[in-house]
């Protein structure tokens, strides 16, 4: 149903993929936006580029990007694209290659398309509602799915944000957790998608909606959850407040949310 947006989405992402290279590549300067966090010129170009492309194929479309001055018309519009032109900007900004493109499309509060684009590996993951979940890489493709382990699990932390409240909820699972990764950006949750690793959590109000919208549903379509840590319920998104209050929780299967 969705395959025109998934694959506007798509060509969305390589579009900005090469501009987000060409920075990374070169020079850059970075500034700190009111929050501290860095920006570069690649987030702006990227955003750009998005838009533009985005807007030209849809253009009744509403957007909610990082980039950009949020319109509050979208709260009026069924179709919104969610999208951060470079998801990881610490990590790109420390050259250790792990950032993302993340582009979805939300459909009524319900994420219906969404990408996410390695830039530097050329990976790209993608899905969308009742189409399944995909990874490819330098041209091959194949159908991702979670892992379905119970027991000697993996977990993924962000190598910049993690604190206190997800090292005390490590702690206490310990039992269940054999080993623990830090990587990067949306790459988590991908990583979850495609059956290398069993968790992820982040505890606070640090990440908005573009941050979680392109890889949540590609977690889904995967057989994973992607869901709010309180009420174990999927995220709604094109929503007035952006900020993910109460963090998520990724898992390969039900039975091993951290509760």
């Known amino acids: 149903m969705w395959e025109k947006e998934l694959a506007a989405a798509i060509n969305a992402g390589e579009l900005a993929k090469r501009i987000v290279l060409q920075v990374y590549k070169s020079p850059f300067h970075v500034t700190y936006k009111k929050d501290k966090s860095p920006v570069t010129e690649a987030d702006k170009k990227s955003d750009a580029v998005i838009r533009k492309y985005l807007h030209e194929k849809f253009p009744t479309h509403a957007f909610l990007t990082e980039e950009s001055v949020d319109d509050p018309s979208r709260f009026k519009n069924d179709y ?3 999208i951060d032109p470079l998801d990881g900007t610490c990590d790109f900004v420390d050259k250790n290659d792990e950032f993302t493109i993340n582009i979805a499309l939300v459909y009524k509060h319900k994420v219906v398309v969404g990408v996410v684009v390695v830039p530097v590996t ?6 969308s509602d009742h189409g399944g979940a995909f990874y490819s890489i330098n041209g091959t493709v194949r159908e991702i799915h979670v892992n379905r382990k119970q027991k000697d699990l993996k ?5 910049s944000h993690h604190g206190k409240p997800e090292e005390a909820m490590i702690k206490k699972y310990g039992k269940l957790i054999k080993t623990r990764q830090e990587v990067g950006a949306a790459i988590k ?3 979850i998608a495609k059956g290398q690793a069993e968790l992820s959590l982040r505890l ?3 990440t908005k909606e573009w941050d979680t919208a392109a890889a949540q549903i590609i977690v889904k379509e995967a057989d994973g959850l992607f869901v709010l ?14 900020v993910n ?3 998520y929780i990724i898992a390969n299967r039900r039975s091993n949310i951290l509760k």
């Open 204 to 206: 606070d109000d640090g």
């Open 245 to 247: 209050r109460d963090g």
């Open 229 to 242: 840590p309180n009420t174990h319920q999927w995220m709604t998104y094109n929503r007035k407040d952006v």
């Open 189 to 191: 949750a991908c990583i």
């Open 122 to 127: 050329n990976e790209i993951y993608y899905a």
């Open 80 to 82: 919104v694209w969610v």
């Open 155 to 159: 977990i993924m932390i962000s190598r």
